[in-house]
């Protein structure tokens, strides 16, 4: 594999072209590939800190590997947690990749960033982009499923008494049709493992992915050799074909503190987030069982969420049971 491009070499032609822009609440003006979408992003990992959890933390100088960048926030906000950051981001659909060069090129002129996706084995793939929900592409693209999430966010959202959202579960069903108008794209792979070698790490201090279903497959890149350089790792897994209970074992045997937490508005949905911290990021003391936090899940949780995914779906437009 090629070493990472500096987005000064990206082959963007940044002076002949922008994206749509938003003004973020902090003040930084972005590119963006929906307003609403970036906005909804922006909040997870500025406000909510999202990813800096469960005893995660970010240091002066920390590698951080960003595996599904999307637009580059997540990008943007390690260089803003942390003084000279070295970051690593992955994005394989090229749309929101050229976003990402616009916007690091702007914010973190330093990132590495990568029109490549990250898998268990090197090669290529075809994504699904979905251009009105871009965070739900996915190189194991169903429709159904990413209906279901979206269903069962709005009720959710119902549930908590968001304003007009009587009316938009009026006209679901024809949003939802919209929402996931699609292209595809064929991608390159790679593993994380030929990262490590190519980049010559000595260290991952955090290791970020959100891959929409491809989680499991990140891991499997890793070869035994490098898991001692990652140190911490926050992910967000979906529940599906028992992949929650398997990310969390395999992190389990490799040393880490597990933890997984459910966000209240994804209640009910197969999406969960999961926290892993190494011995070694916890100035080597051993793993423990968890850091025990509000919305934490234990074992038995685990088990009782892989049941649930088990159960017959709701009908169409019904929403969760």
């Known amino acids: 594999m090629e070493p990472g491009a500096q987005v000064a070499a990206t082959g963007v032609a940044l002076d002949d072209w922008s994206p749509p822009t938003l003004v973020l609440p902090n003040g930084l003006t972005i590119g963006c590939q929906s307003r609403m979408e970036a906005e909804h992003i922006y909040e997870d990992i500025f406000d909510k800190r999202i990813y800096l959890r469960h005893g995660v933390a970010l240091r002066d100088g920390a590698t951080v590997l960003d595996v599904g960048g999307n637009i580059g926030l997540f990008t943007l906000f390690v260089h803003g947690a942390c003084r000279d950051p070295r970051t690593y981001t992955f994005e394989p659909a090229p749309p929101l990749y050229r976003i990402l060069s616009h916007n690091a090129a702007r914010h973190c002129p330093g990132a590495r ?8 084995a090197p090669g290529r793939a075809t994504l699904t982009f979905y251009p009105y929900s871009s965070g739900m592409s996915s190189f194991h693209a169903n429709l159904d499923e990413e209906k279901d999430v979206l269903r069962t966010i709005m009720a959710n959202q119902r549930r908590a008494g968001m304003a007009g959202m009587e009316r938009i579960m009026d006209v679901a069903e024809d949003l939802l049709d919209a929402r996931f108008t699609a292209a595809s794209f064929e991608c390159e792979l790679v593993t994380l493992s030929q990262v490590i ?31 001692p350089k990652v140190r911490q790792l926050v992910m967000e ?19 880490f503190s597990v933890v997984v937490e459910q966000d209240p508005l994804l209640a009910g949905s197969v999406l969960y987030n999961l926290f892993a911290v190494s011995a070694a990021a916890c100035g080597g003391r ?16 685990l088990q009782r969420a892989a049941l649930r995914q088990r159960r017959p779906k709701a009908a169409p437009g019904k929403g969760p049971a």
């Open 113 to 120: 960033l990568f029109n490549r996706g990250v898998a268990a």
């Open 197 to 227: 070698v190519d980049e010559r790490l000595d260290a991952i201090d955090l290791l970020k992915v959100d891959v929409q279903k491809c989680e499991l497959e990140v891991l499997l890149g890793i070869e035994p050799r490098h898991w």
């Open 237 to 255: 897994v979906h529940a599906l074909d028992g992949r929650l209970e398997q990310v969390f074992e395999l992190l389990r045997r490799q040393g």
């Open 286 to 301: 051993a793993a423990g069982p968890g850091l025990p936090q509000r919305g934490a899940l234990d074992r038995a949780s």
